[in-house]
């Protein structure tokens, strides 16, 4: 009569090894697929907040301005305080610095300002 004996092999098997994490790792076709992707998910988030735009097609009724030439010395406070009616000082200002796009408070002597009429 014959007997089997079974033995363990010397060497490790694919069972035995740790294995690793799987990793993903993309052609170049793939990054330009995700990349493609992403960009189309940015517009469409772009193109839906822009969807909430209250713009109209009616023109609004234009304010009623004046141009102030900017003497030696002057300020945009002395201007503002000059124009300002009902005393708020600050909210004019902000209006002159709206209607003519300044970035900040400085004034050159012989500039021109567009303020609001009074």
Known sequence: ?????ATRAPYATSFD???????????RRG????????LAFVLGVG???????VATDEAGTP?????VMVGTGETLW???????????VRGMMNQ????NALDTAA????QRLVVPAA
Do not use: K, Y
Not at 31 to 38: K, T
Not at 63 to 67: I, N, Y
Not at 78 to 88: K, T
């Open 96 to 99: 002159i610095e709206r209607l």
């Open 78 to 88: 002395g201007i503002a305080a000059d124009l300002a009616e009902d005393g708020d």
């Open 63 to 67: 304010e009623p301005t004046r141009v």
């Open 17 to 27: 090894r740790p294995t690793r994490g799987a990793t993903v790792r993309l052609t």
């Open 107 to 110: 004034l050159d002597a012989g």
């Open 47 to 53: 193109l839906f907040i822009a969807a909430g735009s």
């Open 31 to 38: 990054r330009l697929v995700v990349f493609l992707l992403a």
């Open 1 to 5: 009569m014959s007997t089997i004996t």
